[in-house]
C-alpha cells in the first residue's frame, strides 16, 4: 500500500497506517514497540468516560503515554452525551489533542450497557455524543462497525452522520457485531462510506499481510488502515507497511516488549501481562509446545527471559 502523511482536524499524522485499540493489549508498552516500528497513529485501551468522571484508578492508568502523548489518542467510550464532554474537557485528557469515540465495540457488557456497538441502534444519540464531544475543541475521531448483524450495511449512514456532527475522521471495522473478529470483511461497505464523505476514512478488519492491507486500499478506497490482531501475530507488519527498517529480530523485539512491560507494571502483572501474547508470537512457529508451558508456569518476569533467551 501507499504511505502518506494523513491530516485529522487541523493535525498531520505521519503516515496513514494506524495500530487499534484493542482492550488487554495495547498499552503503552506495546503501543510504544510499535511506534517504533513506524506506526503513524496509536490508541489506547477503550477508556470509560463515567470511569474517568468518578476517578476510577484503572481508567486513569489506560491513559499512560510517556513521551508518545502526540502520537497516541484516547479511545473514550459511554452512551451519555454529558459524561463523554465532562470527561473530554477533563483534565484528564487534557494532553490528548485527539480524542477517538468508540461506537463499534461488540462485547456484551458493553453493547448490553447502550455503549460501543450498540450506538448503531441508534444514530440520533451517537450523533449527540459527536457533537458534544466536539464542542470540548478536541479534534474527535469515531470508530464504528458496519451494523449489527448479517447482512446490515450503514457504513454510509453512519458516516454521513458522524461528518454532520463534527467528526473529522471515521475508521470502520468492515464486519457486523454478529461477526466479531472473523469472516470476511465487506469492502463494499466501507467503499460506499469513503466515497459519500470528504473527512478521512480508516479501514479496519482481516488485515494479516501486505496483502491483505493492498486488497483493503484497492477495494475500499479508503485512506489508511487500522492494524489489529494482524500486528500482535507479525510484530514487523507495521515496519513492512512503512517501510520503516526492522531492527530486531524477533527473539529481540520479544525481550525488549518483556522489559517494557517490567519497567511499566510490578513484575508479577508483567508477567501476567506477557501471558497473553504468547499465542500470538509464538503461532506458525514448530517445537514450542514445552516452552510455552513453561512460561505459562514461569512466577517472574526473569524467568521469562532466561526461558526466551536459552530457547528461542
Given at each position: 500500500m501507499k504511505?502518506?502523511?494523513?491530516?485529522?482536524?487541523?493535525?498531520?499524522?505521519?503516515?496513514?497506517?494506524?495500530?487499534?485499540?484493542m482492550a488487554g493489549y495495547t498499552d503503552?508498552?506495546?503501543?510504544?514497540?510499535?511506534l517504533e516500528c513506524?506506526?503513524?497513529?496509536?490508541?489506547?485501551?477503550?477508556?470509560?468516560?463515567?470511569?474517568?468522571?468518578?476517578?476510577?484508578?484503572?481508567?486513569?492508568?489506560l491513559l499512560y503515554c510517556g513521551d508518545d502523548i502526540d502520537n497516541t489518542a484516547v479511545q473514550l467510550f459511554g452512551s451519555e452525551p454529558y459524561y463523554m464532554r465532562s470527561a473530554c474537557e477533563s483534565e484528564?485528557?487534557?494532553?490528548?489533542?485527539?480524542?477517538d469515540i468508540n461506537m463499534g465495540c461488540p462485547v456484551p457488557k458493553v453493547y448490553r450497557n447502550g455503549e460501543g456497538s450498540a450506538l448503531l441502534n441508534d444514530l440520533k444519540k451517537a450523533s449527540e455524543i459527536i457533537s458534544e464531544c466536539k464542542k470540548s475543541g478536541k479534534i474527535i475521531t469515531v470508530k464504528t462497525r458496519i451494523g449489527l448483524n448479517k447482512g446490515?450495511?450503514?457504513?454510509?449512514?453512519?458516516?454521513?452522520?458522524?461528518?454532520?456532527?463534527?467528526?473529522?475522521?471515521?475508521?470502520?471495522?468492515?464486519?457486523?457485531?454478529?461477526?466479531?473478529?472473523?469472516?470476511?470483511?465487506?469492502?463494499?461497505?466501507?467503499?460506499?462510506?469513503?466515497?459519500?464523505?470528504?473527512?478521512?476514512?480508516?479501514?479496519?478488519?482481516?488485515?494479516?499481510?501486505?496483502?491483505?492491507?493492498?486488497?483493503?486500499?484497492?477495494?475500499?478506497?479508503?485512506?489508511?488502515?487500522?492494524?489489529?490482531?494482524?500486528?500482535?501475530?507479525?510484530?514487523?507488519?507495521?515496519?513492512?507497511?512503512?517501510?520503516?527498517?526492522?531492527?530486531?529480530t524477533l527473539k529481540e523485539y520479544i525481550l525488549k516488549h518483556i522489559s517494557l512491560m517490567k519497567n511499566y507494571y510490578d513484575d508479577r502483572r508483567a508477567t501476567n501481562e506477557f501471558r497473553k501474547f504468547l499465542a500470538y508470537y509464538f503461532k506458525g512457529m514448530d517445537g514450542v509446545r514445552e516452552l510455552k508451558n513453561q512460561i505459562y508456569s514461569a512466577t517472574t518476569t526473569d524467568q521469562i527471559i532466561e526461558l526466551i533467551d536459552k530457547n528461542i
Open positions: 504511505t502518506k502523511q494523513l491530516k485529522v482536524g487541523n493535525l498531520y499524522v505521519k503516515n496513514n497506517v494506524f495500530l487499534a485499540p503503552y508498552p506495546y503501543r510504544k514497540l510499535q513506524g506506526v503513524g497513529l496509536t490508541f489506547t485501551e477503550l477508556v470509560s468516560a463515567k470511569g474517568l468522571m468518578y476517578k476510577s484508578q484503572g481508567s486513569k492508568e484528564y485528557l487534557s494532553n490528548f489533542k485527539i480524542v446490515d450495511n450503514i457504513a454510509k449512514e453512519f458516516a454521513l452522520m458522524a461528518e454532520d456532527a463534527g467528526a473529522s475522521l471515521v475508521s470502520i471495522h468492515a464486519r457486523v457485531r454478529e461477526d466479531y473478529y472473523s469472516g470476511e470483511p465487506n469492502y463494499d461497505a466501507v467503499y460506499e462510506a469513503k466515497k459519500s464523505v470528504n473527512i478521512p476514512i480508516i479501514a479496519n478488519g482481516g488485515i494479516f499481510s501486505v496483502d491483505d492491507a493492498d486488497k483493503m486500499m484497492d477495494r475500499t478506497g479508503a485512506d489508511g488502515v487500522m492494524l489489529a490482531r494482524g500486528a500482535i501475530i507479525d510484530p514487523f507488519l507495521v515496519c513492512k507497511l512503512t517501510d520503516t527498517p526492522i531492527k530486531n
